[in-house]
């Protein structure tokens, strides 16, 4: 018997969801959000320079509810638990006009503390180019339920049900248990391309996940362990083209997570965590300090076909290192608690370092796409040097490796450690990685003058021709080479 057009096509997207499922995910808008009623996390806070910057760029930011129904899964992907309900949360950050939209779409699973995302670090190249910002509530993890919670709760649905009770009610996110996570990612990924979806609208070609430390570690696991494999569209293709791991080492022990809350993570030499060949390529993106637990083998690079992938190890970089800090999660607690907010004051004479790894995540994007896209494969650097756990470094204290900031080929300081009494960074318990400090420690008068005999002009004339390499080379693009450069000048103006 032939079966009607209708029929046979919601035949094949039952056959297209996950093993189990029976229920396609679906998504509402959530109110629009106003002083009394405010949206956690907003990324176009009223009065803010993110709010001016969305509308100068042509931008809106929406908050949608994500409803479905996930399963959880155990190894080999047996099903444990079947048709869990859950409700969680988009952020959904797109041009207002959908001709200016690029077709691609840079999806988020938001980190479990707190739901925090990596809106920060892609927003200008987001803003840039036209492309659309998803991020996706991702639940719990080990580490955020067994915190003490302080003013606010720590894990991300509680966060949000405590900030917002009214407005967050509908979120639905099991209590003991984010093993539903994968689902709920492969969910969103679909929807993005769905025309009843968050981007309804909006001619969707391309979606890209990156995730950093632990929604980093999240998308290692997603591939590893067949999830990647089973996200299809209608036609076979896969519904991530490409993947940008951030600042998660495989075997790190949190470099790779359990696929259920009750399963313990799998041992730092456990076959699944190196990863594994996937058809759409992959970029890691690693600081130091994942850089000197990187275990062997490592996946080697690869320019084309299944297992295209590249490994970047980026030397004055630290799990935490990145650009100007918003403290927006912080500011946001303090309005709730009725309380007025002060940012922390570092009290280190030794300032943080100024190598921001967005600069190269953007660069990387940019690559990750053109490789996507293009089949042209980004550029290849070894790895940075260390032995038994210690960083290898040059003359001047700066880790040798083949990507060379121009910060550290044309230095005024050396990166790492502050010197000893000078009081910083003390070691403190946390819930997550534990993290190489890395302050900027300016070189001594007599090694600049040794360096540079022709003080600020010559350091100027060497510094921005490491920076041209760098955008010939594709390892940064030129709006960060040009902040780069105005950076330069200020550093220059206050030490020659």
């Not at 339920?145 to 967050?168: E, H, I, K, Q």
């Not at 790492?416 to 993290?435: L, M, Q, R, V, W």
Request: hydrophobic letters at 40%.
């Amino acid at each position: 018997m032939k079966l009607p057009t209708v029929a046979l096509l919601w035949l094949f997207a039952l056959l297209s969801l996950a093993p189990g499922k029976v229920e396609a995910a679906e998504v509402r808008r959530a109110p629009e959000a106003t002083a009394a009623s405010p949206m956690w996390l907003d990324p176009a806070e009223p009065g803010s320079a993110a709010e001016v910057a969305l509308r100068r760029a042509g931008y809106v930011r929406e908050e949608w509810f994500q409803s479905g129904t996930a399963n959880v899964y155990g190894d080999g992907l047996a099903v444990v638990q079947r048709g869990v309900h859950y409700v969680t949360r988009l952020i959904v950050i797109r041009p207002r006009n959908p001709r200016r939209f690029s077709g691609t779409v840079q999806l988020n699973p938001a980190h479990p503390f707190r739901g925090n995302d990596n809106w920060q670090t892609l927003a200008p190249y987001v803003l840039e180019r036209g492309d659309a910002f998803v991020s996706v509530m991702s639940g719990a993890d080990e580490n955020t339920r067994r915190a003490r919670a302080g003013p606010a709760p720590v894990m991300a649905p509680l966060t949000l049900s405590w900030f917002n009770p009214a407005r967050y009610a509908p979120i639905r996110w099991p209590a003991e248990e984010d093993g539903i996570r994968w689902d709920v990612l492969t969910d969103t990924a679909r929807l993005l391309r769905d025309p009843a979806g968050p981007l309804r609208g909006l001619a969707v070609r391309r979606v890209f996940a990156s995730g950093w430390s632990f929604t980093g570690s999240l998308l290692r696991t997603f591939i590893n362990e067949g999830f990647h494999d089973r996200a299809r569209q209608g036609s076979g293709k896969p519904l991530i083209d490409g993947y940008l791991i951030g600042i998660s080492g495989f075997s790190f022990r949190s470099g790779y997570l359990p696929l259920n809350s009750r399963l313990p993570v799998p041992g730092v030499d456990d076959p699944r965590r190196p990863n594994r060949a996937i058809d759409v390529p992959v970029i890691e993106l690693q600081s130091e300090n994942e850089a000197i637990t990187n275990r062997e083998p490592q996946t080697p690079d690869r320019d084309r076909g299944p297992g295209a992938h590249r490994l970047y190890e980026l030397p004055g970089t630290t799990h935490g290192s990145g650009g100007t800090r918003t403290y927006l999660a912080e500011r946001q607690i303090a309005w709730r608690l009725k309380q007025r907010f002060t940012a922390p004051v570092d009290a280190c004479p030794y300032p943080a370092s100024d190598i921001d790894i967005a600069d190269y995540a953007r660069a990387a994007h940019a690559n990750l796409e053109r490789w996507a896209r293009e089949g042209v494969p980004p550029p290849r650097a070894a790895r940075l040097q260390h032995r038994a756990l210690v960083q290898l470094s040059d003359v001047d204290g700066n880790t040798l490796g083949d990507i060379r900031p121009a910060q550290i080929s044309v230095p005024l300081a050396r990166y790492g450690k502050a010197p000893d009494g000078a009081n910083c960074d003390p070691t403190a318990p946390g819930i997550g990685s534990p993290a190489i400090p890395m302050r900027r420690v300016p070189l001594s008068r007599e090694r600049l003058r040794q360096l540079y005999p022709g003080g600020a002009a010559d350091y100027l004339h060497r510094f921005d021709a490491a920076i041209d390499a760098l955008v010939g080379a594709r390892w940064l693009r030129a709006p960060e080479a040009r902040r780069q450069k105005a950076e330069a000048r200020r550093q220059a103006a206050a030490t020659f």
